[in-house]
């Protein structure tokens, strides 16, 4: 009997435009950053976490797939309903799935952005060289994967327990930020998002943009996994 596609489910960038200190002249030309090899302890992470995904998502699979062409044998022999009617169904349903794994954080975390990083136009341009007082270049802490364009690149790093999310330091800023004048590194090649990122409306960083009120908790460095659920998706959060 003729069986309905698969269900083509892909996540895709769940986090959407941010960019950062991105504004702010880099310390040196976009290329690598210097940094150690990865010890063994991160790239078994690494590798445990995919395997763990790939075995975890294999067997639920499996099971899924049995139990959908059982069911879609017994209703169409009975003549409840047609491949058609099955098919149209299933473009509806695939969106609602595709929500519902993004909102429980599975699979490999990758921007799925068609856009050309190197083509994309900031609409706005924020004086971030004197807000970093205060905001401590907070975009720098914000958490989002990376495209394949810069997976190919091999210039921003990613976390190899976490693919392909950017990497953070122990202080949770990115890896390529430098600390000291809180400056990208990689500045002509940093990601989409913090080339598009807006904070002006982000009640998260700012409480009030043009007086340069800074929400204070700012100043805790767990921001932002201090932030309440509501908090984190306010409107203007990223
Ligand atoms: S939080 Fe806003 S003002 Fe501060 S560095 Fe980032 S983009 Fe610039
Ligand atoms: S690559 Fe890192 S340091 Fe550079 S702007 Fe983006 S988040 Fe900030």
Known sequence: MARPAAIDVELRDPTPGRSAAGDIEPTTPAS???SQPPSRR????????????????AARVLESAS???????????RGLISIEEIDARKKQVAPRLLK???????GVAIQHSAHDKYEAQQEVQID???RLPLCKAACCK????LSRQDVK??????QLGRPYVIA????GYCHHLERERLRCTVHGARPLPCRVYDCRNDRRVWLDFERRVINPKIADPAWPHNLSAEERNAQGAR
């Open 168 to 171: 953070k330091g122990e202080d």
């Open 100 to 106: 519902r794994f993004e909102s429980q954080d599975e």
């Open 42 to 57: 991160e790239v078994e992470e690494g590798l445990a976490y995919l395997h763990a995904r790939v075995g975890a998502t």
């Open 32 to 34: 690598p950053v210097s």
């Open 142 to 145: 914000m958490v989002f994967p």
């Open 67 to 77: 139990f959908v062409y059982a069911l879609i044998e017994l209703v169409v022999e």
């Open 153 to 158: 690149e091999q210039v921003i790093h990613w």
């Open 128 to 130: 971030c060289a004197s």
